[in-house]
Every structure is written in C-alpha cells, then in structure tokens.
C-alpha cells in the first residue's frame, strides 16, 4: 500500500478549491495515472493557524521538522506548496526549508492563482456560459491577452461574472463558492497546454515539477493512491 494523499500548503480557500482540480489533470493527462479514489480524498489542505504568506512558512517548517523526527506525515506522497509573486522573501525561504527533501512541489502563481484559471480560456468560458466574442471593453476580450502578464486575474474574473447570467453573485475580490463550483467540472475538463501557454512562467514550472513528483511517486509506491 503506497502513500495515498496530496498534501496542499496555500494561503487561502480559493487556492484550496483550485489546485486539487489541477492536480488531478497533471496526475492523469502528464503521469498517467489512473485515479481509484474519490478526488476529495486524494488531497488534503494542511490547516494553518497563521493565514497567507506568514502561515505558508510556518507550516512548510513545521512539517519539516516533523518529516525528520517522526512518521506523523507518512501517508502523504508528496506535499504541494502555492504562494503568489509578490513573496520573494518568504519563497526563498521556504525553498531552503525543502531542499534537501524530494516531498514538495513549489508553486508560485503569477499574480495570483486566478491567472491559472484564466489561462484556460476554453473552460472559463463555458463555465459562465459566454461566447469568445466579449464586450470589447473587458480585459479579456482583448486577442492579445495573457494571463500571466494580468496585473489584476481577480477583478478580470469579477468584469466576467459581471456580464455572465450562469452566476447569482460577481467574483469581487475572490468568491470561494464561485471557484469551487469552477473547480468541480475543471477536475474533467481543464486544458494544461494552454494554461501552460498563458502562464508559462509560474504554471509552466509548477506543472513539470508537480509532473516530476507523480512519476517519482509512482515509481516508488506502484500506484500512487490505494
């Protein structure tokens, strides 16, 4: 029996919606592997007391030491660690915590973790049941948008929900129950080339490591998940 969660070290609820759906892509579509379990039992978000950048750090150093001194986190085959652009100093950090482990998977999203949703034109449209033909005044109706390079991923989603008649509420500055229920089809439907086209900087990265972190997984225990 190999180890049979995902554990994931973010700095907030959305991010907590989002990545399990994106892990299940890589896991599937780039390590091939096959998902025998329920997808809310293959992850696990590590509870923080401390929230953001700050709960980030403290919880990647305690789970280090604890990864040194005891078997307390033995049924996670890996850990996933999200932090956003503007924590240069807190990363570097939290890289030097891991370096000598091959359990974690650093991601930093630029700007934030909606970028990554954005960058997959194809399931965002759908989801709010929009046609590629935009009002030309919002961000992403312009043919030459790129996600990564969006200073503001959260108001292009609230400008979005504002003219979609699939959503009760706009996105504002982050609505967990809007991602979530994004997250639910993207676990199916989400399109990793162009997210990786969009975002080749932070998502690019994130996705070969995490890539990397499933086969060595697999390798090691057979199948991932029991």
């Known amino acids: 029996m190999g180890a049979t969660k995902i554990g994931i070290i973010a700095e907030g609820p959305i991010d907590q919606a989002l990545l399990p759906a994106l892990l299940e892509r890589i896991a599937c579509d780039r390590a091939q592997f096959r998902w025998p379990v329920s997808p809310e039992d293959a992850t696990s978000s590590l509870r923080m007391r401390k929230r953001g950048h700050g709960g980030v750090l403290v919880a ?30 807190v990363q570097d950090e939290v890289r030097k915590l891991v370096r000598e482990s091959d359990r974690f998977v650093v991601g930093i ?18 989801f709010l049941q929009l046609s590629d033909a935009l009002p030309s005044e919002l961000r992403y109706a312009d043919p030459n948008y790129k996600a ?40 199916d439907t989400a399109q990793l080339d162009s997210i990786e086209w969009q975002c080749p900087k932070g998502f690019g990265a994130f996705c070969r490591d995490a890539t990397n972190e499933f086969r060595r997984s697999k390798a090691k225990a057979g199948l991932l998940f029991s």
């Open 60 to 89: 990647v150093r305690q789970i280090v030491n604890f990864l040194k001194r005891s078997s307390l986190f033995s049924y996670f085959a890996f850990f996933v660690i999200l932090l956003d652009r503007r924590t240069k100093p």
């Open 109 to 126: 999203a630029i700007e934030e973790i909606e970028a990554w949703w954005l960058g997959d034109r194809a399931s965002t449209l759908a």
């Open 148 to 187: 990564e390079q969006d200073p503001h991923p959260k108001k292009t989603l609230d400008e979005l929900t504002q003219v979609s008649g699939a959503v009760d509420s706009t996105y504002g500055q982050g609505h967990v129950g809007i991602a979530t229920d994004f997250a639910r089809g993207w676990r």
